[in-house]
């Protein structure tokens, strides 16, 4: 306990002679920020689209494959922009807490704005293949869906919504070709535990949308109540 606050008074001492820089422009973070600074942070590109404001709409890239409640994407996600530069952060330099930060802020978006709370009993992540989680470590959308979690005071787990070896190739298969392989790819590993639940289920960036697919239809064969989607980022 002394050795941590010895360890911690220190490491206040070094913030201030070498404060954290933000992580978009290399400025120091005032004491009350954390990663990315308030000039930074307005300057994000967020959709609205909760709030009714998008330019995306996430909803047909599902229309006639699965039922979706909601898809909400909170940052746009443009080549070189500002958006591009944090997923990377989260995705490639081992920057976990980029995501906790991106699902706290939003989450609490939507609590204030749309009570996205009342609507949700279970928030899960999609699962990374095997190989590339013991690749990176971690698991970007889990770290997302803990933020989420955090600011929306909504459980959230890594258990179970799992992903096994398969890839999911889509191409030159029929419809139902095209199920089959993608109910092999995920599984629920208490269906107990998500029946009669409304799930929400979160990924870092919405680009085809066909894992997102496969994660909701193996989520809706264990009889959730239903499923909604938040991405941190998606494209125009
Ligand atoms: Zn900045």
């Known amino acids: 306990m002394i050795g941590k606050?010895?360890?911690s008074g220190f490491q206040d001492l070094l913030n201030l002679f070498y404060p954290n820089p933000c992580l978009l422009c290399q400025d120091s973070l005032q004491q009350s920020e954390e990663i990315i600074c308030t000039a930074c942070r307005l300057q994000l590109p967020e959709t609205g689209q909760h709030r009714g404001e998008a330019l995306?709409?996430?909803q047909t890239k599902f229309a006639g494959k699965v039922p979706v409640e909601f898809v909400y994407a909170y940052l746009y996600f443009t080549k070189?922009?500002?958006t591009q530069r944090l997923i990377h952060a989260l995705k490639y330099r081992g920057n976990k807490e980029v995501g906790n930060l991106l699902g706290r802020w939003y989450g609490n978006q939507l609590k204030t704005d749309i009570h996205l709370n009342d609507h949700i009993d279970l928030i899960v992540g999609v699962p990374l293949h095997p190989a590339k989680l013991r690749q990176r470590g971690y698991n970007q959308s889990d770290w997302i869906a803990q933020g989420l979690s955090q600011a929306l005071?909504?459980?959230w787990s890594d258990r179970i919504l799992t992903?096994?070896?398969n890839t999911i190739s889509q191409t030159g298969k029929d419809r139902m070709?095209?199920?089959?392989?993608v109910s092999n790819v995920f599984q629920i590993s208490d269906p107990d535990l998500v029946t009669n639940k409304r799930i929400l289920l979160v990924?870092?960036?919405l680009t085809t949308g066909a894992t997102l697919e496969a994660c909701t239809a193996a989520l809706l064969a264990s009889n959730s109540q239903s499923v909604g989607i938040i991405t941190a980022a998606a494209t125009r």
């Open 177 to 181: 070709g095209r199920w089959e392989n």
């Open 163 to 165: 992903r096994n070896r």
């Open 5 to 7: 606050l010895i360890v």
């Open 80 to 82: 070189r922009g500002k």
């Open 203 to 205: 990924d870092d960036v």
């Open 56 to 58: 995306i709409d996430g």
């Open 153 to 155: 005071d909504i459980p």
